[in-house]
């Protein structure tokens, strides 16, 4: 029997359907990858005669059918392009984005380089649970952070300046949630329908909308799954350095409280998410990274 140091109990080692063989799991952070990392992972697939490349939910690539005795040597090959074996079992594994500013014309935050920076952190930690975490750089959503057990959101709260608008409707027009409507020539925004994507901010052709500056919905406990659960809220920041401090808190507290055969989603009462929530909250207004929540 293998140790549990050896290559055979990572958890980006998974025993296929014919146990003789393995599907190997790569780390690559919020799915980016290089021409020259797909050139390695290319050149690996047929040096170890995997006859194709998996691409992942996780934002991940698997290379199939790799024996047993292969471990070693693909996992140092893997190692030395960047793209070394991922994880997949109760740990923390890879993190997912969208694309963030860095391309989406709706994004409101950096997806990518706190995706990075959080894996830098927390990869493969060793957890009681499988510890999922997802980035979506607006409300649009498009990695489910809120099916996933720790979900961030990047939203903007739209500001109206008194006195400037001109009633073109325009605004009117790009609310996908029909929050906005022009009353007396103004345009006029009902909070309780604004989900603060942004979208009318940057819609008005005069530049009269402003942004309160980007924040960062957090929840925590979200699940696909044949159950799949919508995550619960645990705090708004507005910071990059707040969203790292809230998640590794939400790692820690997982990792001391949470036990081994339950989703996460299905124990957080169990193991006071609401007395957690109070907590970190009133941690980071003491700090001096500045809470948003209202």
Same mark, same amino acid.
């Given at each position: 029997?293998?140790?549990?140091?050896?290559?055979?109990?990572?958890?980006?080692?998974?025993?296929?359907?014919?146990?003789?063989?393995?599907?190997?799991?790569?780390?690559?952070?919020?799915?980016? *990858?290089?021409?020259?990392?797909?050139?390695?992972? %290319?050149?690996?697939?047929?040096?170890?005669?995997?006859?194709?490349?998996?691409?992942?939910?996780?934002?991940?690539?698997?290379?199939?059918?790799?024996?047993?005795?292969?471990?070693?040597?693909?996992?140092?090959?893997?190692?030395?392009?960047?793209?070394?074996?991922?994880?997949?079992?109760?740990?923390?594994?890879?993190?997912?984005?969208?694309?963030?500013?860095?391309?989406?014309?709706?994004?409101?935050?950096?997806?990518?380089?706190? %995706?990075?920076?959080?894996? #830098?952190?927390?990869?493969?930690?060793?957890?009681?649970?499988?510890?999922?975490?997802?980035?979506?750089?607006?409300?649009?959503?498009?990695? =489910?952070?809120?099916?996933?057990?720790?979900?961030?959101?990047?939203?903007?709260?739209?500001?109206?300046?008194?006195?400037?608008?001109?009633?073109?409707?325009?605004?009117?027009?790009?609310? #996908?949630?029909? %929050? *906005?409507?022009? &009353? &007396?020539?103004?345009?006029?925004?009902?909070?309780?329908?604004?989900?603060?994507?942004?979208?009318?901010?940057?819609?008005?052709?005069?530049?009269?909308? &402003?942004?309160?500056?980007?924040?960062?919905?957090?929840?925590?406990?979200?699940?696909?799954?044949?159950?799949?659960?919508?995550?619960?809220?645990?705090?708004?920041?507005?910071?990059?350095?707040?969203?790292?401090?809230?998640?590794?808190?939400?790692?820690?507290?997982?990792?001391?409280?949470?036990? =081994?055969? #339950?989703?996460?989603?299905?124990?957080?009462?169990?193991?006071?998410?609401?007395?957690?929530?109070?907590?970190?909250?009133?941690?980071?207004? %003491?700090?001096?990274?500045?809470?948003?929540?209202?």
């Amino acid at each position: 029997m293998p140790s549990e140091n050896t290559i055979h109990m990572r958890g980006g080692v998974i025993t296929e359907r014919d146990p003789e063989f393995c599907t190997i799991r790569t780390r690559i952070p919020a799915g980016i *990858i290089t021409p020259d990392m797909l050139r390695g992972i %290319a050149d690996i697939a047929e040096r170890y005669k995997a006859p194709y490349a998996h691409i992942t939910t996780r934002q991940t690539l698997e290379l199939p059918h790799i024996p047993h005795d292969r471990l070693d040597d693909i996992s140092s090959d893997l190692s030395d392009i960047g793209t070394p074996v991922g994880s997949e079992r109760d740990e923390v594994v890879n993190v997912t984005a969208c694309p963030g500013i860095d391309r989406c014309v709706f994004a409101n935050i950096d997806s990518l380089s706190l %995706a990075r920076e959080i894996d #830098r952190r927390l990869f493969g930690k060793e957890m009681p649970v499988k510890i999922r975490i997802a980035i979506s750089g607006c409300p649009n959503a498009c990695t =489910s952070p809120m099916l996933n057990e720790i979900g961030i959101i990047g939203r903007i709260e739209p500001l109206r300046t008194p006195g400037v608008c001109t009633g073109c409707g325009t605004c009117v027009e790009y609310c #996908r949630e029909g %929050a *906005i409507s022009i &009353k &007396k020539g103004i345009s006029v925004l009902d909070t309780s329908k604004c989900i603060q994507c942004g979208t009318c901010v940057r819609s008005c052709p005069f530049n009269l909308l &402003k942004s309160s500056g980007e924040h960062y919905l957090i929840s925590v406990g979200g699940r696909r799954g044949r159950h799949p659960r919508i995550g619960k809220e645990l705090i708004i920041v507005n910071s990059e350095e707040a969203v790292v401090d809230v998640v590794e808190k939400v790692v820690q507290w997982v990792y001391r409280r949470a036990w =081994s055969g #339950r989703l996460l989603s299905e124990q957080l009462d169990d193991i006071q998410f609401g007395k957690f929530k109070e907590d970190i909250r009133e941690q980071i207004q %003491a700090s001096s990274i500045v809470d948003i929540v209202q």
